[in-house]
């Protein structure tokens, strides 16, 4: 398989190990966050979601630009190690008063926030530098870079769910903050990183707008870029709504969940997800890119759409608790098939479509389109919920995947 040849490569085995590490840790540290909001705020809890997007959005929108001249691999591991150092005292607060404090958790999702809006584009930017000699596996280390998020999304929830029973909430936390040092680390072992000449339109100077606006237009010269580009808002916040604040409502009442229990099912119902996830991946990351992406992005998100709308209509049809529950975790898991094929494709296309000046760009104004749809469906969300039920927030969900799935099949499918 081409992933075990890129492995042996030492920068991209260290890189990945150290993205594999700190991915799990994050995946450990947003389900028992989202669950121990849900638990105490109910659908207001979309607000804490909010404001990550918020911060990750005025990072991008103030600093971004800024962030260009900076060495990249200098960037990442200042990211982790400032992760951790925030989750270290989020434990320690927390062991001290018995309970999880809002201000302690507000500055974690804030830092936490920052550094992934740093974080990100650097690494979108040191990946093409890696197979700078072979761009052939460009696609392949792209797919297994992305496994990195997909086996989290198996192995972190998984966790939770074997040991979410026996296992304090806390704990989790000090995972991720372990998980995000180990990362540093790795990343030190990595080559320095050269910064990429800024384009022509980059060396004009800017407002702190301006460099995003270059992405959004750079994006814009490929047709399929811009619509991929221009949708995600769509999709990103229908997709974080569904899974982090629909999903954990109708655990904690329809399945008439304890803490404890409720949060072991949820990581199951997210594990569900990241095995769909790591094989399609897999897939993905062992074929070449075909001649006409276009379709194999556009089936992925409607295969996500389809899994949201079934996860919906296995609460909504009356059947046995066992059933309905198994019915739950397996549409879970066929949402999860569909996001290699769109999110590898799309990363590959960013990365040998555009100039390599304009990558970085490009990354955060894609990173600002999933933040901005994140920020209004966690806004809009808590206050739809009184109207409407969480069920009723998966249709709705679902629906926007698959209207854009529709879209864009009638538009890039020939």
């Excluded at 074929?287 to 899994?307: K, Q």
């Amino acid at each position: 398989m081409q992933f075990i040849t890129l492995l042996r490569r030492r920068s991209i085995g260290l890189l990945w190990s150290g993205l594999a590490l700190s991915a799990i840790g994050d995946q450990l540290y947003t389900v028992a966050l989202s669950w121990i909001a849900v638990d105490i705020f109910g659908p207001a809890a979309g607000y804490i979601a909010a404001i990550k997007s918020a911060i990750i959005l005025a990072v991008l929108f103030f600093g971004g630009a800024m962030s260009d001249g900076w060495d990249r691999r200098r960037t990442m591991i200042v990211a982790d190690l400032c992760r951790c150092a925030v989750l270290v005292l989020v434990v320690l607060v927390w062991m001290i008063e018995r309970q999880p404090d809002a201000w302690v958790l507000a500055l974690a999702v804030a830092v936490l926030a920052a550094g992934e809006a740093f974080f990100l584009p650097a690494l979108q930017t040191i990946l093409p530098q890696l197979v700078v000699n072979e761009p052939g596996l460009l696609a392949g280390t792209n797919a297994l870079l992305d496994a990195t998020n997909r086996l989290a999304r198996l192995l972190g929830p998984g966790l939770i769910a074997l040991a979410g029973a026996i296992i304090a909430p806390i704990h989790f936390f000090t995972a991720n903050a372990l998980s995000f040092l180990l990362s540093a680390a790795a990343i030190m072992g990595l080559p320095p990183s050269s910064t990429p000449a800024r384009s022509s339109a980059a060396q004009q100077p800017k407002h702190p707008f301006a460099s995003l606006l270059h992405g959004y237009r750079t994006m814009h010269t490929q047709p399929l870029l811009g619509f991929l580009l221009d949708s995600n808002a769509f999709i990103g916040g229908a997709w974080y709504v569904a899974f982090f604040l629909a999903v954990p409502l109708i655990i904690s009442s329809q399945f008439d969940a304890s803490l404890t229990t409720g949060f072991g099912l949820y990581g199951l119902v997210i594990a569900a997800f990241g095995v769909s996830n790591l094989i399609a991946n897999l897939i993905v990351g062992n074929r070449p890119m075909p001649e006409h992406p276009a379709r194999m992005i556009l089936l992925g998100v409607c295969a996500t759409g389809t899994g949201i709308l079934l996860m919906a209509l296995a609460v909504l049809v009356p059947m046995r608790p066992h059933w309905q529950l198994g019915a739950f975790v397996l549409a879970s898991g066929l949402s999860g098939f569909g996001g290699p094929f769109k999110d590898v494709a799309f990363a590959t296309l960013r990365q040998t479509l555009l100039p390599a000046a304009d990558i970085a760009p490009a990354t955060r104004t894609y990173i600002v389109t999933t933040h901005a749809g994140m920020l209004f469906g966690m806004l809009v969300a808590p206050m739809m919920s009184r109207s409407v039920s969480p069920s009723d927030l998966l249709l709705i969900c679902g629906g926007i995947y698959l209207a854009v799935a529709v879209i864009g099949w009638l538009r890039f499918s020939r």
